[in-house]
């Protein structure tokens, strides 16, 4: 059975950091890409950073260029989300996914898992 649980958020200051974590059970995670997306309160689901197999390439959304910062550790079947100078606009809930063929990192209907998703709240 395959599992993504990320964990990490919580309410944070705006100008804050946190380090969101996604553990992956039950694939072979270094068959996989994986990526970050986020749904805010009453807003669809978007796209917010990706890594590819070995962690050599990531993409990041526009808006979190610069603050946030995509990594991964095969091993321990782990994806990591380092989110620095938070912003009340990145206030959502962050979902880990993993993405098995080529379909684009960017669009949310090429994964194949999907995580439960953890709150981040950033206040003013």
């Known amino acids: 059975q395959v599992r993504l649980v990320e964990s990490g958020g919580r309410l944070v200051q705006a100008g804050g950091s946190l380090r969101l974590s996604c553990a992956v059970s039950?694939?072979?995670?270094?068959?996989?890409?994986m990526g970050w997306f986020r749904q805010p309160p009453g807003k669809e689901r978007e796209f917010v950073g990706g890594?590819?197999?070995?962690?050599?390439?990531?993409y990041y959304a526009d808006s979190v260029k610069g603050r946030f910062t995509i990594s991964r550790d095969n091993a321990l079947n782990l994806v990591f989300l380092q989110m620095n100078s938070l912003k009340p606009s990145d206030t959502a809930t962050y979902y880990c996914?993993?993405?098995?063929?080529?379909?684009?990192?960017?669009?949310?209907?090429?994964?194949?898992?999907w995580g439960q998703g953890t709150q981040v709240t950033v206040s003013s």
């Open positions: 996914g993993a993405l098995s063929g080529y379909g684009h990192i960017k669009t949310m209907s090429s994964y194949d898992y």
């Open positions: 039950g694939l072979t995670m270094k068959n996989y890409r």
């Open positions: 890594i590819d197999w070995s962690g050599s390439y990531k």
